[in-house]
Each structure stands twice: as C-alpha cells, then as structure tokens.
C-alpha cells in the first residue's frame, strides 16, 4: 500500500466530512429553528431532549472534524508529535458519537410508543453494552501494540448498535410491532454504513479510514434527519394531504399514526 493511496484516502476523508457536516450544520439549524418557532414558550426548550440531543451531535460532530482537518495537515507535513493524541481523541469522540445517537434513537422510540417503558428495556440494555464496549475499547487502546485487540472491541461496538436497532422488533408485541417497523427502516442509511465498516475492517482496505471517520456526522445526520422531519411534519397545516410520505425515518411516524398517538403525546414532546 503506497504512501499516496494513503494519503488519497485521508483527503477523501476530509472532502467528505466536510461535505457531510456542513449537511449537519443545516439540519441541525432548520431543526432548532422550527422547533423554536413553533413552541409558544422557546425559554422552555433550553432543556429540552431534543434541543440537547441537536446540540451535543452538533458539537461532537463539528469537534471530531476539526480534529480531522489537524491531523491531515500533520500527516501532509510529515509530523507525528501528535499522532497517537489525536487518534485517541477521534476514537473517543467517534465511540461516544455512536452511544449518544443510539440512545437518541431510543428517547424517540419512547416518544412514539407513548412512553412505555417495556418497550425501551432492551434497547436500553443494548446501549449500556455499548457503553462497555466503549470503554474497554478505550482501555485497550492506551496500551502497546494493541491494534488486533482494537479492532476487536471497534467489532463489537458497531455489532452491538446495528442489532440494536433488530433488537427492537424481536422485543417488540402487538401494537408496538408496526412503530418499531418504522425505526428500523429510519436506521437504514446508519446500519448500511455499519456494514460498509465490518466489510472494509475485515477485508483490510484502506477504506476503513473513511467509514470509521465518517461514523460520528453520519449517526448525527441519521438522527437530526428524524428531528427534521418531525419539526416539518408538525408545521403543516391541518387538513393538508399527507398520504405518499415514504417510511425512511421515524418522523413518517407522525402522518401514518396521526389518528392513533397523536392526542396522546404532549405538546412539544415530540
């Protein structure tokens, strides 16, 4: 493998990731603007869930990529004083990126099954085994050549928040199984680029560069997505047509469940 594919790949990296945040950025803003517009009393939405969720991805997203942009020049230049530093802190924040928006996947299931919790148990069981694959992988990966043992954990840790997202339909009973259809398939676009990582990890490729460095902007477009179209779903007027919507995000929720879930979810809850 040549020092300039290398190279090539790590400036795809930045290329994409730019492209992606900047997708981010204007989710995330679109988002918080609706939502804000929208609430009769916007002071209240400070500690809002998804106010929070939106500006934690936003910002561990924006982080993960500045650090991106910083390594590239000091692997252009040819330093490597900081080398090791920076790999720890992007596979933190690319770690922790994916616990945070799995468990914004789990608030939102909550949400939709009108606040049971029996359907969140195994889900919730699920993130906190990420959470332990998480810092085991952090544990390892402070110790010498630790690499094979790396890539172990970072397997385990994308397993676990692929299925994580079936784990909801085999708990799922009755009048829960249609809803947790729904996020399944909104999980469609995270859980192709998780196996998109499994495949490039196991086949040694290069590639791997980009699908794991690309894993924090994608799990926060997968969620902000959903918020977005929640926030564009509740700003129609009432009476418009909103048959045709395709099932690609939890916010499809909203159109082919309004008669059944909508009186009995709070105002400003969703």
């Known amino acids: 493998m040549s020092l300039m594919f290398v190279l090539g790949v790590?400036?795809?990296?930045?290329?994409?990731?730019?492209?992606?945040?900047?997708?981010?950025?204007?989710?995330?803003?679109?988002?918080?603007?609706l939502r804000f517009v929208r609430h009769e009393v916007p002071k209240l939405l400070v500690w809002n869930p998804v106010v929070l969720f939106t500006v934690l991805i936003s910002a561990m997203?924006?982080?993960?990529?500045?650090?991106?942009?910083?390594?590239?020049?000091?692997?252009?230049?040819?330093?490597?004083?900081?080398?090791?530093r920076?790999?720890?802190?992007?596979?933190?924040?690319?770690?922790?990126?994916?616990?945070?928006?799995?468990?914004?996947?789990?608030h939102r299931l909550w949400l939709i099954s009108n606040h049971s919790f029996s359907v969140i148990i195994v889900p919730i069981l699920a993130c906190l085994g990420l959470l332990i694959v998480e810092c085991a992988t952090t544990y390892v990966g402070n110790q010498p050549a630790a690499e094979a043992q790396i890539l172990v954990w970072v397997r385990a840790t994308w397993v676990l928040?692929?299925?994580?997202?079936?784990?909801?339909?085999?708990?799922?009973?009755g009048t829960h199984v249609p809803v947790l259809i729904v996020l399944l398939e909104s999980s469609a676009a995270w859980s192709i680029w998780g196996f998109f990582f499994g495949l490039t990890s196991e086949l040694g490729s290069p590639l791997v560069i980009i699908a794991a460095g690309l894993a924090p902007v994608m799990v926060g477009l997968?969620?902000?997505?959903?918020?977005?179209?929640?926030?564009?779903?509740?700003?129609?007027?009432?009476?418009?047509?909103?048959?045709?919507?395709?099932?690609?995000?939890?916010?499809?929720?909203?159109?082919?469940?309004a008669s059944r879930v909508s009186a009995q979810i709070p105002h400003g809850a969703a």
């Open 61 to 84: 997203s924006g982080t993960h990529w500045i650090l991106t942009i910083v390594d590239f020049f000091d692997a252009f230049v040819g330093s490597e004083a900081h080398a090791d």
């Open 222 to 257: 997968t969620n902000l997505v959903i918020y977005l179209r929640v926030e564009l779903q509740c700003t129609r007027p009432q009476g418009s047509d909103l048959t045709g919507v395709a099932l690609t995000s939890s916010a499809s929720i909203i159109p082919y469940y």
């Open 161 to 173: 928040s692929l299925n994580q997202c079936f784990l909801y339909r085999a708990y799922g009973e």
């Open 86 to 106: 920076f790999f720890n802190l992007q596979h933190l924040l690319g770690g922790l990126s994916v616990l945070i928006g799995d468990v914004a996947i789990v």
């Open 10 to 33: 790590n400036m795809a990296l930045v290329v994409l990731e730019t492209f992606l945040y900047a997708l981010l950025l204007v989710s995330a803003s679109t988002t918080l603007y």
